[in-house]
């Protein structure tokens, strides 16, 4: 499946100005990842989950397995963000697995975009659930997934990702017939 490219505009174009270029003013491509992104990739996701990094090899796997599911924000040089998404086998689920903006990238609208494009591409394949796990004291990605509709699929999921990692799952819910 070909995976739509974004490409923000230019500074100056429009009312959303302030988080279509990165810090060098160079504009970041939202697109689908290629196999010479694992490096960029390995450094983003260390970056952003430096307790928890999936290894080298997950990551590899993943863009082998279902790397039109994985989309990267790109200014040229670096990426400064992805989100990861995958459908079960039935087609009616997918699971969001990760979602990532730079820390020095945050608050401009990305993580937005990132998903505003999963739930485009999910909408168009179908899929009747988007579902996802958050860890219950982060507080920005709770917000960004209920501006999205999103909401908990009910209490504390205890020890759901291992001893001690409680995770809310939150479910969207993409009403296909
Ligand atoms: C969660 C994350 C992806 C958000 O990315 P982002 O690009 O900063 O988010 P956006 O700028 O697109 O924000 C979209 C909305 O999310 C909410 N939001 C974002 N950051 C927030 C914060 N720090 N506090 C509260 N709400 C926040 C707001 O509703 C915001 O909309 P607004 O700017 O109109 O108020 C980013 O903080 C991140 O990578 N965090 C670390 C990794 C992580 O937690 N991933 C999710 C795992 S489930």
Redesign the pocket.
């Known amino acids: 499946m070909a995976v739509p490219e974004e490409r923000f505009p230019l500074l100056g174009r429009g009312a959303h100005q302030a988080?279509l270029a990165d810090s060098s003013d160079r504009p970041l491509t939202m697109r689908g990842v290629t196999d010479t992104d694992l490096p960029e990739l390995l450094r983003v996701d260390r970056e952003?989950?430096p307790d928890d990094p999936y290894p080298y090899f997950v990551l590899r796997q993943h863009i082998d397995v279902h790397g039109d599911r994985i989309l990267v924000l790109d200014d040229g040089e670096c990426l400064h963000?992805y989100v990861l998404f995958v459908t079960t086998s039935d087609g009616y689920v997918c699971w969001?697995l990760?979602?990532?903006?730079?820390?020095d990238?945050?608050?401009?609208?990305?993580?937005?975009?990132?998903?505003l494009e999963v739930l485009r591409q999910l909408r168009r394949e179908r899929v009747r659930e988007v579902r996802?796990?958050?860890?219950p004291t982060?507080?920005?990605?709770?917000?960004?997934?209920?501006?999205l509709g999103f909401d908990t699929d009910g209490g504390m999921h205890r020890d759901y990702l291992g001893p001690g990692e409680d995770r809310l799952i939150m479910v969207l819910g993409l009403g296909s017939a």
């Open positions: 988080f952003v989950f963000g969001v990760s979602l990532a903006v730079s820390a990238q945050r608050g401009r609208g990305l993580g937005k975009r990132l998903m996802l796990t958050v860890e982060n507080a920005a990605a709770i917000t960004l997934y209920r501006t």
